[in-house]
T-cell receptor, first 112, second 108 residues
């Protein structure tokens, strides 16, 4: 039981490049989340998926798109990366709206 | 939305109880209060959560005031491995609001 896994662990991009961050969970959770964490800051919600087939914007969605591929997988795409998107990205999942969120180890992204 | 306020930093002597306060005066009646911690830049780790009753588990205790405007996380016997940033979070449906947390340093 791996919990929440994220790939890649590290990534360096040039401005304007695109990439997709992958997240998978093996706990059969309904809801999945993408957060970003800037230095010295708390986590901020980018997008979430309350259930398979649905996605909604969080606090900071601009510049990102998401896909809930199936119940296990939730990907985050940067179409045209900008230096302001340099951050650590965390994926999380949970079963229901009052349950605990479980977090992945994070992806450290640098945009030059 | 339950936006929370926490002290920026705290110290605690090893072996003593660490009491971390949180103010959540705007919390609504159906919002849970969650506590997570983050060690270095790892993913946040769940500690405990509650609605209005005090809660205890193997990691910590959570004391919520009767008016639910504040709470205290208690680590009964702090160790060096408890050095981390602790987040008190209000939860409305699918939105978690993390804030900047309290940086706890456990001193030998």
């Amino acid at each position: 039981n791996a919990g929440v896994t994220q790939t890649p662990k590290f990534q360096v991009l040039k401005t304007g490049q695109s990439m997709t961050l992958q997240c998978a969970q093996d706990m059969n959770h309904n809801s999945m989340y993408w957060y970003r964490q800037d230095p010295g800051m708390g986590l901020r919600l980018i997008y979430y998926s309350a259930s398979e087939g649905t996605t909604d914007k969080g606090e900071v969605p601009n510049g990102y798109n998401v896909s809930r591929l199936n119940k296990r997988e939730f990907s985050l795409r940067l179409e045209s990366a900008a230096p302001s998107q340099t951050s650590v990205y965390f994926c999380a999942s949970r079963q229901g709206a009052t349950d605990t969120q479980y977090f992945g180890p994070g992806t450290r992204l640098t945009v030059l | 939305d339950a936006k929370t306020t926490q002290p920026t930093s705290m110290d605690c002597a090893e072996g003593r109880a660490a009491n971390l306060p949180c103010n959540h005066s705007t919390i609504s009646g159906n919002e849970y209060v969650y506590w997570y911690r983050q060690i270095h830049s790892q993913g946040p780790q769940y500690i405990i959560h509650g609605l209005k009753n005090n809660e205890t588990n193997e990691m910590a205790s959570l004391i919520i005031t009767e008016d639910r405007k504040s709470s205290t996380l208690i680590l009964p016997h702090a160790t060096l491995r408890d050095t981390a940033v602790y987040y008190c979070i209000g939860n409305t449906g699918n939105q978690f609001y993390f804030g900047t947390g309290t940086s706890l340093t456990v001193i030998p």
